[in-house]
């Protein structure tokens, strides 16, 4: 089972990029979904994009839709998350996971890495 890692977070000002990586150290079938997630401090984990692993099929929440793309590189096993045009309400822990459901829901993902802070000033 992949275990994942995230790296890409930093601070960056309103307007600005940046770029998540999510690299799975092990196998990733290709029945799995690939999903982000957010989360700030006192409130729930919340769902940011997926894709499947094995073909073109994406999904966005409609706070980042237009701003944020979900990508995969199945060669090295990462997928990665274009933010631009971020907003100071984007600031949050981002996490990477995977599932076997095409689902927004958090409880459908069954593995999780460990988190990548991000900050936006404005």
């Known amino acids: 089972q992949a275990q994942l890692v995230e790296s890409g977070g930093g601070s960056v000002q309103a307007g600005g990029s940046l770029r998540l990586s999510c690299a799975a150290a092990?196998?990733?079938?290709?029945?799995?979904?690939m999903g982000w997630f957010r989360q700030t401090s006192g409130k729930e984990r919340e769902f940011v994009a997926l894709t499947r692993w094995s073909r073109d099929s994406t999904l966005y929440a409609d706070s980042v839709l237009g701003r944020f793309t979900i990508s995969r590189d199945s060669a090295a096993n990462t997928v990665h998350l274009q933010m631009n045009n971020l907003k100071a309400e984007d600031t949050a822990v981002y996490y990477c996971?995977?599932?076997?459901?095409?689902?927004?829901?958090?409880?459908?993902?069954?593995?999780w890495g460990q988190g990548t802070r991000v900050t936006v000033a404005s």
């Open positions: 996971a995977r599932g076997s459901q095409f689902s927004t829901s958090r409880r459908d993902y069954f593995t």
């Open positions: 092990g196998r990733i079938y290709s029945s799995s979904v």
